[in-house]
């Protein structure tokens, strides 16, 4: 997700945010920020304190959590900046790569993350009796997520550079001299819209259309009716937060994307107004504060480490009890027909 300075002289002006909108906005941040870091913190201790939690699903979520705690130092605190000096950059050529470099990392990395475990519950579910991912092959996934993000945002390295206009420093996106300005960020933006949003949604798609059916059809084997039933109501409950998690991204960083193709393919280039701008960034990363949310609500094991931790830091002069983990809330997390 970048900048550009793609303007048109006929296009319109665009009005100054009042110090009152500013101050809303900054406070939206500061908000998102405040969620976003500590939520994904817990996400990452619950985890790491409590040993039946350690599944392959649970790591895959920590692995967003890590791409959703980088996405919130990096690139939200320059945002919040920019609120109140707009195009102005005066950190220099290096964090105008990495800001815009480690925010395309953090977002294609949750996406493939979300993909991977999409795979895994397709697997697990599907194939109950055979084991296609194990540990070794969840660490490989999810390098193999990371190596991908770096991959396909290396670009931006190239070409983010600082632009000096009528006295004033600024980021801007631009392609010369190897590339030329007007096809390059239009197809750059294509391959990222495809790669990093609706070719990863459409699988992920396909296999929890494929899950939700095999769940509805089948019964499983060797199992009585009610045995049946209260397996296919635990996997249910998971695949229910799966999707919620994925549909929310879709709709979070659904604006940002629409704005990219708007600044790049609308004629003439008058770009997005500051207003459009923020909505869309803002959304984009209010999602990494939704998902440890979405972890608390749906499922009881996040939800008890969740208290568990705030507690024992908060409040540490109060008795802390020893988590415990129902034997079926944590094999959900991982698999409700078998257990990895």
């Known amino acids: 997700m970048t900048v550009s300075n793609l303007t048109n002289s006929s296009c319109p002006a665009l009005a100054e945010a009042t110090n009152g909108e500013k101050a809303a906005k900054t406070l939206a941040y500061a908000l998102v920020i405040f969620i976003a870091f500590l939520g994904n913190v817990l996400v990452i201790g619950v985890v790491y304190k409590n040993k039946k939690m350690r599944t392959i699903t649970n790591f895959q979520i920590v692995n967003m959590s890590l791409a959703d705690i980088l996405i919130t130092v990096a690139a939200m605190p320059v945002t919040v900046f920019q609120i109140y000096q707009g195009s102005r950059w ?111 949604l459409l699988v992920i798609a396909i296999l929890y259309t494929a899950i939700s059916h095999f769940l509805w059809r089948h019964k499983t084997p060797g199992s009585d009716a009610a045995k049946a039933r209260k397996d296919r109501s635990k996997a249910a409950k998971v695949i229910k937060m799966l999707v919620i998690i994925v549909v929310i991204f879709a709709v979070c960083w659904l604006p940002i994307f629409v704005t990219q193709f708007v600044m790049f393919f609308a004629e003439p280039k008058c770009g997005v107004s500051p207003s459009l701008s923020f909505i869309g960034f803002f959304l984009s990363h209010a999602n990494s504060a939704v998902n440890p949310a979405i ?10 480490g969740f208290k568990q931790l705030l507690r024992s830091w908060f409040c540490p002069w109060l008795p802390v009890s020893r988590f415990t983990s129902d034997s079926g809330e944590s094999a959900e997390m991982q698999s409700t027909l078998r257990k990895a």
Do not use: H
Request: proline share 6%; glycine share 4%; with cysteine.
């Open 90 to 200: 005066p950190f220099g050529l290096v964090p105008c790569k990495l800001v815009v470099f480690l925010q395309g990392i953090s977002v294609s990395c949750s996406v493939f993350t979300m993909a991977c475990i999409a795979i895994d519950r397709f697997c697990a579910i599907l194939f109950p009796y055979k084991r296609y991912i194990d540990q070794r092959r969840c660490n490989i996934m999810i390098g193999l997520c990371w190596f991908l993000a770096v991959l396909l945002q290396s670009p931006t390295l190239y070409a983010m550079k600082i632009s000096v206009a009528a006295n004033q420093t600024s980021c801007i996106e631009d392609w010369e001299p190897l590339f030329d300005n007007e096809s390059s960020p239009k197809i750059y933006t294509v391959i990222l819209f495809v790669s990093m949003y609706m070719f990863p």
């Open 295 to 304: 972890y608390g609500i749906f499922n009881d094991n996040f939800r008890a």
